[in-house]
């Protein structure tokens, strides 16, 4: 019954920004931890970056210093804004949020294409 609903995603030059939003159905999001992946093609689904209900972070290395994940738990809602935009970016992003066992909850994804 969870839903979670990404945007923001687009096509972008190299070095520019883009600010995906992933909005939560349900109030149970400011106790959850949530996290941004990314699938490239023909690549595996791979974790970009997570944050914890209390806000603690981590990035993949390929993105540290370039890409922030934060949270708005009034609006149950994670961001991940992206700097520096590289062609090795261009991905579909997922938004997950843990689910009761171990299957997580997924959102549709967004595209995100870097290309000049």
């Known amino acids: 019954q969870v839903q979670l609903v990404e945007s923001g995603g687009g096509l972008v030059q190299p070095g520019g920004s883009l600010r995906l939003s992933c909005a939560a159905s349900?109030?149970?999001?400011?106790?959850?931890?949530m996290a941004w992946y990314r699938q490239a093609p023909g690549a595996q689904r791979d974790l970009v970056a997570g944050?914890?209900?209390?806000?603690?972070?981590n990035y993949v290395d390929s993105v540290k210093g370039r890409f922030t994940i934060s949270r708005d738990n009034t609006k149950n809602t994670v961001y991940l804004q992206m700097n520096s935009l590289k062609p090795e970016d261009t991905a579909v992003y997922y938004c997950?949020?843990?689910?009761?066992?171990?299957?997580?909850?997924w959102g549709q994804g967004t595209q995100v294409t870097v290309s000049s």
């Open positions: 944050i914890t209900k209390d806000g603690i972070t």
């Open positions: 349900a109030s149970i999001f400011k106790i959850k931890a």
């Open positions: 997950r949020m843990p689910g009761p066992g171990p299957f997580p909850y």
